[in-house]
């Protein structure tokens, strides 16, 4: 029997702990539109489109902390069957390997066990969408030049975690009947980074096949 959302997609079984925006901000109150409309049974292609008069950064900041968010909670499901053992490496299948690098500790390329190359992920964006001169969270204050740059990295990363689960732990998430909400989860992803052209259409080469089923 599946088990119902609530207790798969549970607070003990976050990643890392939430990034909330705060009440009475510019931010919440686009975060609270835009789940509004999720819920309202919308068209998604619809529901990620920029709202009239609204500020594009503003738009895409508050997407790329609810998919850190959502994703961080779908790794966090599985990541108890995500070990050294099981995923000694990074990777969606044989032919797409991922490897670490930060330019800080991992200088070159890095090849990592998943769970830790996930674990380093987390805490990188996370540093980022604190980071109050790339996601500014204050009236008046603008973004940085490069922002659009940064969240393009840090969603293409966030991609892999979609690759790695769908091909190496999609089975378990089928036995928790979550399947349903991973797919809504990722199908929001894909017409949101292709609405605004936030990834290189080569980088989602290895889920192209499931894509074109369930998105095109």
């Not at 996930?118 to 940085?144: A, H, K, Q, S």
């Amino acid at each position: 029997m599946a088990l119902c959302l609530g207790q798969v997609f549970s607070k003990d079984k976050t990643f890392r702990p939430r990034k909330r925006f705060e009440p009475g901000t510019q931010r919440f109150e686009l975060y609270k539109k835009a789940q509004a409309s999720l819920k309202s049974g919308i068209d998604l292609r619809k529901v990620v489109q920029l709202p009239e008069g609204e500020n594009i950064n503003d738009w895409i900041a508050v997407h790329v902390v609810d998919f850190f968010n959502r994703i961080n909670l779908i790794y966090g499901t599985v990541s108890e069957f995500c070990t050294e053992r099981s995923c000694p490496v990074m990777s969606g299948g044989l032919r797409y390997e991922y490897r670490w690098q930060d330019g800080n500790v991992y200088k070159k390329p890095t090849k990592l066990p998943a769970l830790k190359y996930m674990t380093l992920l987390m805490d990188w964006i996370e540093t980022l969408i604190n980071n109050e001169e790339i996601f500014p969270t204050r009236v008046g204050v603008p973004f940085p030049r490069n922002f659009q740059q940064v969240c393009k990295k840090i969603l293409s990363r966030l991609f892999r975690v979609f690759v790695h689960v769908y091909i190496h732990h999609f089975d378990r998430i089928c036995s928790m009947g979550a399947e349903a909400h991973v797919n809504t989860c990722y199908k929001h992803y894909y017409y949101f980074i292709t609405e605004f052209s936030l990834i290189d259409q080569s980088e989602l080469e290895p889920l192209k096949e499931m894509t074109e089923k369930i998105c095109i």
